[in-house]
């Protein structure tokens, strides 16, 4: 079941909040833990068992790491710590690396071991990284350990960010877990956010994908249109999933969570380092938590500094997916960062605002062309168009079509993803009038009407991140 579905709107989600607001407030974890569970199964009925598994195994965990602190048992609550983790990166690997081990394994050693098959389960990256930081986090003192067992089975099943984030870590909703107040406000807030976010998916990334999805598999490739199909993917995968986070975000508010954000318009950076800080902040702050400032972070000379980045971003690609072309992504940007690190920002500090713009679209999009493309081949001969190896043309007919009936759709896509909009916006209709907020609404609304039309009649509607 996805957000951007008739089912989920107009079924799933209104069951949700009428047994959500009926019950008192104390079952108000458990009709959250049900729904979550139920929404999970729909698409996953065999691996809900998964996500109960590591729900018992990290409640357990945090309650011996608790119990063990206060007694002063240091080597008790590590073990209980390691049992968590180890329990944790070994589902992990069981359902999502094992096959890419395996095949690696073969290609290397030209054995012929069988892999094993196994579906993906949905959102498996997500839910296994917050459900360990909650234990790594009680474990360090950073959270209170949550003794209800149904109050933390809804922590970690809870539907709104279940299967493509934000990664929400459990010391950010601890409070709001135990006890939670909705009002009015946040609940129109939440309404709006996720129609917002509804709108980014719908009515733009699923456009803009089916731009992607076409030029991905043309025979003959020009110059032209490979950099507009890498344009079109660049725009997909942003607002498929800032979209995703949004509605997350919305539905979180409108339960009584706060979570935190996880877009801030990255195509505005002026550097890859200003690009990490505003894409997909939930699971950069869970590396730099996790793994880098535990490794030493930066505070152990540049050499230990690079080494770090290097395993930060080794396991950022690795953790996108059990593909190679992830693996080279991720130190892509790591090898990108350190020379930024090194040298690069002090020049780029020097150079226009406009030519720095340009310099980190530049390897952003060159980034987006080696994660599409999980056969490296097909990534390589994409690559090579863009930058017309191959004997290939500039552009041609199917380039002026392609161009000509989807520029519209690009044009609004581009401005979509800048804070052009808003700041207008803000300037034409001044924070708390009532005609800001009358506006608000109109365009909400219409927002909403547009993208239910467009779910009737379109079949076309993935979720980029749900294979992550």
Not at 66 to 75: Q, T
Request: proline share 2%; aromatic share 18%.
């Amino acid at each position: 079941m996805v957000f951007s579905s008739l089912l989920f709107l107009f079924r799933f989600l209104p069951l949700v909040f009428i047994a959500y607001f009926i019950v008192p407030k104390k079952w108000r974890n458990l009709v959250l833990f049900i729904f979550s569970l139920i929404f999970y199964a729909w698409g996953e009925p065999v691996y809900v068992v998964l996500i109960l598994l590591s729900t018992v195994v990290d409640y357990t965990a945090g309650r011996v790491v608790s119990a063990s602190k206060e007694k002063g048992n240091s080597k008790r609550a590590k073990t209980a710590l390691l049992f968590s983790v180890i329990i944790n990166l070994s589902l992990l690997g069981v359902f999502k690396y094992a096959d890419f081990a395996i095949n690696t394994l073969n290609a290397i050693t030209s054995l012929d071991i069988a892999t094993l098959e196994l579906s993906l389960p949905i959102g498996i990256s997500f839910y296994t990284f917050q459900t360990m930081s909650y234990t790594i986090d009680v474990y360090r003192g950073d959270a209170k350990v949550q003794k209800n067992f149904i109050s933390f089975g809804a922590y970690v099943s809870l539907f709104p960010q279940l299967i493509a984030g934000p990664i929400v870590r459990y010391q950010t909703i601890a409070d709001e877990m135990n006890d939670r107040t909705i009002t009015a406000e946040d609940f129109a807030c939440g309404a709006k956010r996720f129609i917002v976010g509804l709108g980014k998916k719908v009515l733009i990334a699923n456009q803009v994908g089916a731009i992607w999805s076409e030029i991905s598999v043309a025979d003959d490739l020009t110059f032209a249109t490979s950099w507009l199909g890498i344009l079109a993917f660049t725009l997909q995968i942003y607002f498929d999933f800032s979209g995703y986070s949004d509605m997350a975000i919305g539905l979180g508010r409108m339960f009584g969570f706060h979570f935190l954000e996880n877009f801030e318009h990255p195509y505005q950076s002026k550097s890859i380092t200003e690009f990490w800080r505003r894409w997909h902040i939930s699971l950069g702050t869970w590396f730099r938590e996790y793994v880098y400032i535990p490794l030493g972070g930066n505070r152990k000379g540049l050499v230990k500094q690079i080494r770090n980045l290097v395993i930060v971003w080794f396991l950022t690609g690795l953790w996108h997916g059990a593909s190679w072309n992830f693996v080279v992504w991720g130190l892509y940007y790591g090898l990108l960062l350190i020379i930024e690190k090194v040298f690069l920002l002090k020049v780029l500090d020097k150079l226009p605002k406009f030519v720095r713009h340009i310099y980190t679209l530049f390897f952003v999009m060159l980034g987006w062309a080696i994660f599409s493309y999980s056969d490296m081949a097909d990534g390589l001969y994409y690559i090579g168009s863009m930058f017309g190896i191959g004997g290939v043309s500039v552009f041609d007919d199917y380039t002026l079509y392609m161009l000509s009936t989807n520029a519209v759709v690009i044009v609004i896509a581009i401005i979509g993803s800048t804070t052009f909009v808003p700041s207008i916006c803000n300037k034409i209709f001044k924070e708390g009038t009532l005609l800001r907020e009358i506006m608000w609404w109109i365009f909400i609304a219409a927002v909403f009407v547009l993208c239910v039309a467009m779910l009737v009649n379109s079949s076309y509607n993935p979720f980029l991140y749900f294979r992550f």
